[in-house]
């Protein structure tokens, strides 16, 4: 057990995780992350692989008397979704997360935080360098969770092969056990754009702001309006409204999971910015008729711009058209666990790539596999009926709840005697590493926690400092029943 206070163990955690928020790990970029944890685990006395996609494996040898004991994973990722509020000077691949601490919550000064999951990181470090009675005990960092568990999916299966037992440290409520969750399906609409000049004498950039935004798994039953699908519509109406317009630019939303809080477009005109305006407030008006008892910030500024050139009206029209009709939101709820989102999609990210190609990223979610199917299905008949090609990466595994888990009955029977309430059982519509798992070992044994964090992928992530020395408890005494 670990005898120390909850402040001391809060200070630790918090020392370790400031130490991975001074170094950027945007998904697809952890060398230097991964790099960092080598050493940090090489100091504490693991052994430690790294392997070709940066993944980081630490073993740390069982101390004496418990060398019997079953194979514990601790296992997280070290990537994160960068976003940043707007008009905040924050470069990703190179800026480190500026943290803010009060007496509750640790935050991020107008960015996300990375606790998700530099806390569950964080938490294996902390745990593995100041555990002094343990049996063996693996560390597994993957990379890229958060775009495409390229880490996961590139796992050599050997690193789970000869462990029991697996806590994944990447869920989001310290009373809640997590023991399912959804398969999705990163999904890509390309379209290759035909430019020409402006014709028109005026032109204005219209920027979409001050939604909610958040996570497209967890937050996707909320109501949540995505702004890209809003300034989609919004320029169909400037369509309906008779004013012709050149589409110049569109842009919107930071991650494929991430709801959009932001979207903007410019455009070329010969219509007056009044007349652009009226159709702006209406369509402002009818957002908050759809939305304004959950995102009642909607605002829409309009400023003079001066685009150089402007896409083609196929272009146009065809983008238009296509988000639309991508489906943004939930589709279907669990008809087996009451309240649970079954399946759901969420239009990410619009953004221009290598100057000529629009690309539309789309996630869609589900506990049923076969339910994806319909979305990959779809994908590929609304590419062919608006020009784009529709680019469908391998399909992840859900992750199907173990009747008989021997981890999670002593981990609820540890965690109800600790804080005097039972913790809740849950299965969750977010993606997690645990279905990649448990398909590459069927008997592995395995839950996932995390710590109280709120508003993740979002400027407004926080994390609840509280929550932190209860879970720290959770994970050494299960541990420790699990060895006996």
Known sequence: MLNLSKEAIIDGVLEEFSQL?????????????SDYLVKAFSDIGCEVHQDE???????????????????????????MVCVADHGVNFDPLKDPIKLVRDEKFLSADGTSLGADDGIGVAEALYIMKNLKSHGPLR?????????????????????????????????????????????????????????????GNKAYKIHLKGLLGGHSGMEINKGRANAIRIMAILLNALDEAGISY????????????????????????????????????AERDS???????????????????????????DDRDSIIRLLISLHSGVYAMS????????????????????????????LPRSSNDAKIGEFILQA??????????????????????????????????????????????ETIHAGLECGYHVMKNPELD???????????????????????????????????????
Not at 53 to 79: F, R
Not at 179 to 194: M, P, W
Not at 456 to 481: C, D, F, N, W
Request: glycine letters at 6%; one cysteine or more.
């Open 21 to 33: 928020a001074r170094i950027p790990r945007q998904s697809g970029h952890e060398k230097a992350v």
């Open 53 to 79: 996609v940066n993944n980081v494996i630490a073993d740390l040898p069982a101390t004496a008397g418990k060398e019997s004991a079953p194979m514990i994973i601790l296992q997280g990722h070290m990537d």
């Open 139 to 199: 560390a597994i960092i993957t990379v890229d969770e958060e775009q495409g568990m390229t880490g996961a999916v590139h796992l050599d299966a050997k690193y789970l092969k000869d462990a029991q037992y697996l806590i994944n440290c990447d869920s989001e409520n310290y009373d809640e056990l997590t023991v399912g969750s959804a398969g999705s399906v990163n999904i890509d609409f390309n379209r290759k754009l035909t430019y020409s000049a402006p014709q």
């Open 246 to 281: 050149e589409l110049a630019s569109f842009t919107g939303g930071k991650a494929r999971n991430s709801i959009p809080a932001e979207a903007e477009v410019v455009i070329s005109t010969m219509a007056e910015a009044q007349v652009i305006q009226e159709v702006i407030d």
């Open 287 to 313: 957002c908050l008729d759809k939305y304004g008892a959950v995102d009642n910030n909607i605002e829409f500024d309009l400023t003079a711009a001066q685009p150089q050139r402007v896409m083609s009206e």
């Open 335 to 362: 008809q087996v666990v009451p309240g649970l989102v079954e399946t759901s999609a969420n239009i990410g990210m619009v953004k221009l790539k290598d100057g000529e190609i629009l690309s539309i990223a789309c």
């Open 380 to 425: 590929d008949i609304l590419a062919q009926m608006t020009g784009f090609t529709a680019v469908i990466d391998k399909q992840t595994p859900g992750w199907k709840e173990n009747q008989n888990s021997k981890l999670a009955k002593v981990m609820l029977e540890v965690f109800e005697s600790q804080n005097g309430i039972p913790m809740k059982v």
């Open 446 to 484: 395995v839950v996932s926690i995390g710590v109280n964090t709120f508003d993740i992928h979002s400027p407004k992530e926080r994390l609840e400092l509280a929550t932190i020395p209860p879970q720290i408890k959770l994970i050494v005494e299960t541990m420790g029943r699990l060895a006996e």
